[in-house]
């Protein structure tokens, strides 16, 4: 996909708690869309 200021990154983070000093992130999803949400 070509770089556009206009595309939306959508993140999801499955982690195993809330403290960043002890917990880390187990699973890791990204979706790229438009203004109008098509993917």
Known sequence: ???NPTH???LDM????LSPET???IEL???VTDAD???
């Not at 499955?14 to 708690?17: C, F, I």
């Open 8 to 10: 939306l990154l959508w």
């Open 29 to 31: 999803a990204i979706v």
């Open 14 to 17: 499955e982690m195993t708690g």
């Open 1 to 3: 996909m070509a770089l």
């Open 37 to 39: 949400l098509n993917t």
């Open 23 to 25: 917990d880390c992130i």
